[in-house]
């Protein structure tokens, strides 16, 4: 079975910094080549943030590029986004996803007051 669990989120004032995880069960998870990030605000569809390959190549959406960096460590079964300068608009759920499989963490929280 496999479960992708997300932690780290939090309430942070505008300008903060968060760590989010993704652990990640079942090493058929981690030797599928790419991981993502996505996350839904309120009354907002779902959005891609940003995803990393198995070999590290990474893409960002516009609005995170230069703020957020997302990351993986293969021998720990663990993908981060290390998110800087949160901003309001920030504040939503993000969910771990494998695309390729189909598989979705059950979010975490993140809250961006100004």
């Known amino acids: 079975q496999v479960q992708l669990v997300e932690s780290g989120g939090g309430l942070v004032q505008a300008g903060g910094s968060l760590r989010l995880s993704c652990a990640a069960s079942?090493?058929?998870?981690?030797?599928?080549?790419?991981m993502a990030w996505f996350r839904q605000a309120p009354e907002k569809q779902r959005e891609l943030v940003a995803a990393?390959?198995?070999?590290?190549?990474?893409t960002y959406a516009d609005f995170v590029k230069g703020r957020f960096t997302i990351s993986r460590d293969n021998a720990k079964n663990t993908m981060y986004l290390q998110m800087n300068s949160l901003q309001p608009g920030d504040t939503a759920v993000y969910y771990c996803?494998?695309?390729?499989?189909?598989?979705w963490g059950q979010g975490t929280q993140v809250i961006v007051s100004s």
């Open positions: 079942g090493s058929i998870v981690f030797r599928v080549d790419s």
């Open positions: 990393i390959t198995r070999g590290g190549s990474t």
């Open positions: 996803v494998v695309p390729a499989l189909g598989y």
